[in-house]
């Protein structure tokens, strides 16, 4: 029997959890980080179980999860056959609707509780339906095949229409006479008559390509061994007609045609039944549908093993936003009106690994944070580089591509194609007023720099510059991404390697005062201050190593120097990567001059043609190799360093069928 569950009312308390709810995504937005989340047990009666998974799954804040320290206390698992029966029906449902055509993804109309017994029912339908679908398809199938089969015997046929004989004769064995069908290269054609005409045949050529031709040989039977040695010699290939091809070619295409316009019709009416099929159980399908969708929630439970149990009670057990605790828990009292103990409580710190991570970002950084997931999922407590990403990745691609005109370009194509983009239209906008904003600081307008004046400097005019603020740039941005690195050890609890370890602040130091120490190197001024800050980071680096490393003797020294200095090297190797974006800002401006040196050899016609070819080459390939490049900055010299990226996307439990 199905039970409607009673619905929920809003109240001034739930208006208030909203607005907090509302504020703690805007904290998380600006602090970087996941929501923070709560590990959630939910205790009932087991027969209660499948309304509470609705209730769970329609609030869309409760992601299920597997304890394995409750497995043993509670080793029943009250939905291991309702879930087997679920997957069952799911699969069968999908091959009908599938088959049908018929959209089974739709959301319910009234909340109801699905019995095991209402499942097995529909899914012993759906089985009967699947096999009448079956039955269809494999007909359907067959018939397709046929009409191939006729389609590319009447091509073949094409090839002997210029015979006027009964093609019959051509195959088998006559009783007199000794008739041939094949191919020979045309090279060898006319000998090969010459040849076979001292044996008493005739060979008579009637199509074939630019190298072969198709022959007929005919002769009175008796000289066959003396015909195939000659044949041999003559690169001689038999061909065999197609046993359809039994009569004159005409008629043999008059029953070919009609044989296909008859398979045509047989579609056609299978076809016609297939649509009465899906008009006559359309409305079955669709309330099949709903059904699925309502039992969705309990069977996943299952699934995941969230749901344990012992006699009559049942527990559920999973991860929700903090902020969300207030909202589910008065969503069960008003929903699920039974009897239920709701228990929560802080992540340990082991649990770090296994904590679902939820980032909300405005629509604007989605693309963004899309990027960042290519990556990487953050883990649970680690700084979401969303935001970070985003505007480093704005500025360096406008730093690397710095033109109005080609940035005004992406502009109009990102604004008139943003339904087609989709989400992705904010990122094509934000990278063209990046380009225009450096295009003006160059003064560069599709190329041409004598159009507006620079509010900066034109890259050609001094690349020396350009090189020095690429380099500046680099290290402050390792200098970040490192602050960043050693805010989430902290975070995870691994305060030694966040304080002394390569990546740490310890290597932190030692990357400054080896540059700062560089830097008063050239003007003369080092001395016993600049090296005492270099060996103090380092001897503290060096004793951390020595006590993580587990080699024994002169190899754990061995082990400590090369992993200091393979550390020195990737932060000095890593900041030298950052001078690409100098290089491609000088090469932007190169490609363009290139341009212009070949549009003046040419006519004024072809000199404006080469000028708006040009533009699109740079607009098209520079531009996807700048974002290239932007975007392994982005992973390798700034993700590799802070970003573990080995997070769990929060997965909420939901009202849909999975696919």
Not at 39 to 56: D, H, S
Not at 505 to 525: D, H, K, N, P, Q
Request: charged share 20%; proline share 6%.
């Amino acid at each position: 029997m199905l039970t409607p569950l009673p619905m929920q009312r809003i109240t001034l308390h739930m208006l208030k959890e909203k607005a907090w709810v509302a504020w703690e995504i805007l904290w998380g937005m600006f602090t970087f980080t996941p929501l923070p989340m709560q590990r959630v047990t939910l205790y009932m009666l087991k027969e209660e179980a499948p309304a509470a998974a609705i209730v769970l799954a329609e609030s869309g804040v409760f992601n299920p999860e597997s304890f394995p320290a409750e497995g043993e206390s509670l080793p029943e698992r009250p939905a291991a056959n309702y879930q087997e029966l679920f997957s069952r029906t799911r699969l069968r449902l999908q091959k009908v609707g599938e088959y049908l055509g018929v959209n089974i993804h739709l959301p319910p109309e009234k909340m109801q509780l699905v019995s095991e017994s209402e499942l097995a029912a529909l899914n012993d339908w759906l089985g009967e339906l699947w096999r009448r679908c079956a039955q269809l398809a494999e007909k359907g199938r067959q018939l397709d095949e046929e009409i191939r089969a006729v389609t590319q015997l009447d091509k073949t046929l094409d090839t002997y229409a210029q015979l006027d004989v009964n093609l019959g004769l051509l195959q088998g064995e006559l009783q007199f006479l000794d008739v041939r069908l094949g191919a020979i290269p045309k090279s060898n054609l006319k000998r090969l008559q010459e040849a076979i005409g001292i044996a008493g045949y005739i060979l008579k050529p009637f199509a074939g390509s630019e190298a072969t031709a198709l022959v007929v040989l005919a002769g009175v039977k008796g000289n066959e061994r003396q015909v195939q040695s000659v044949l041999r010699a003559a690169a001689y290939r038999p061909l065999q007609l197609p046993p359809e091809f039994q009569d004159h070619p005409q008629r043999v295409r008059q029953r070919l045609r009609a044989q296909r316009q008859r398979l045509q019709e047989e579609r056609l009416a299978l076809a016609r039944e297939t649509e009465s099929l899906c008009k006559k159980h359309e409305r079955a399908l669709l309330e099949g549908a709903q059904k699925l969708v309502l039992a969705a929630p309990y069977a996943m439970l299952g699934d995941s093993l969230a749901l344990r149990g012992r006699g009559g009670l049942a527990t559920v057990q999973g991860w929700v936003p903090t902020e969300e605790i207030g909202l589910l828990q008065e969503a069960l009292q008003k929903r699920f009106g039974k009897p239920f103990v709701l228990e929560t409580r802080d992540p340990a710190l082991e649990e770090q690994l296994i904590v679902p991570s939820l980032v909300r970002s405005p629509p604007w950084l989605q693309p963004f944070t899309k990027l960042v997931h290519n990556y990487g999922v953050p883990r649970y407590g680690e700084l979401d580089p969303s935001w970070l990403f985003a505007l480093t990745f704005i500025a360096m691609f406008g730093m690397m591509f710095g033109d109005v005109g080609h940035g005004a370009t992406l502009l109009a194509v990102g604004w008139g194609y943003r339904h087609r983009l989709g989400s992705y239209a904010p990122l094509v906008l934000s990278l063209g007023v990046s380009s225009c904003f450096f295009g003006f600081l160059y003064g560069s307008v599709f190329g041409y720099e004598a159009v507006i004046p620079p509010l900066w400097m034109a890259p050609l005019s001094n690349p020396q510059r350009m090189l020095e603020v690429a380099l500046f740039w680099g290290v402050g941005f390792i200098l970040l991404v490192t602050g960043i690195g050693i805010r989430n050890r902290l975070a995870a609890g691994r305060y030694a390697e966040a304080l002394l370890g390569g990546r740490g602040f310890a290597g932190c130091l030692i990357y400054l005062s080896v540059l700062y120490g560089a830097f008063r190197w050239t003007e003369g001024l080092f001395g016993s201050a600049e090296a005492t800050a270099i060996l103090l980071p380092l001897l503290a680096l060096w004793g951390y190593q020595w006590h993580q490393v587990q080699v024994p003797g002169m190899g754990r020294i061995l082990v400590v120097l090369i992993e200091s200095l393979e550390m020195l090297m990737s932060y000095f190797a890593n900041t030298l990567s950052f001078l690409r974006v100098a290089a491609f800002s000088l090469n932007h401006v190169a490609l363009a001059l290139a341009v212009f040196a070949l549009a003046r050899t040419m006519e004024p016609a072809g000199h404006w043609i080469t000028i708006v070819l040009g533009n699109l080459f740079i607009l098209i390939l520079e531009g996807a190799i700048v974002a290239i490049q932007v975007l392994r900055l982005e992973y390798y010299e700034g993700f590799s360093r802070f970003f573990s990226g080995d997070g769990r996307a929060f997965q909420p439990l939901t009202l849909a069928i999975p696919k």
